[in-house]
């Protein structure tokens, strides 16, 4: 607490180390019961008190999040462009069968879209 004060940093985060350092396993379960069961464990986890009992690695912490998750892999830039490109796609052909059109200056795969084509 003392280095953080030292350090410059905000009185929360020095309230923050005490009150981690005071919490007993008891607190530690209280706090985290009403959590999902596989979150719960995991935080319990990351806040021991001994080293040794925390994740060595954050591999070892990506990994039981994401089992938590229910995900096999990780899901990074590429994946997200990858679904956001398909929620287009799909969005576009809903608004096709409607019969709706894209708003003005909306592009897609590159070329610029007339607001003007007939629906049919």
Not at 31 to 51: F, S
Request: net charge negative; with cysteine; glycine share 8%.
């Amino acid at each position: 607490m003392r280095r953080a004060l030292l350090a410059g940093s905000p009185p929360q985060v020095a309230d923050a180390i005490w009150r981690a350092a005071a919490y007993t396993q008891a607190d530690l379960e209280a706090l985290t019961e009403p959590l999902p069961q596989g979150l719960g464990l995991v935080l319990r986890r990351l806040l021991q008190p001994r080293p040794d009992a925390r994740y060595q690695t954050a591999r070892e912490l990506a990994t039981d999040l994401r089992r938590w998750l229910g995900e096999g892999d990780a899901y990074g830039q590429e994946e997200a462009a990858a679904e956001l490109h398909d929620m287009a796609k799909r969005a576009h052909e809903v608004m096709l069968e409607l019969c709706m059109r894209r708003p003005r200056g909306l592009q897609a795969s590159g070329e610029a879209v007339s607001t003007n084509e007939p629906c049919g």
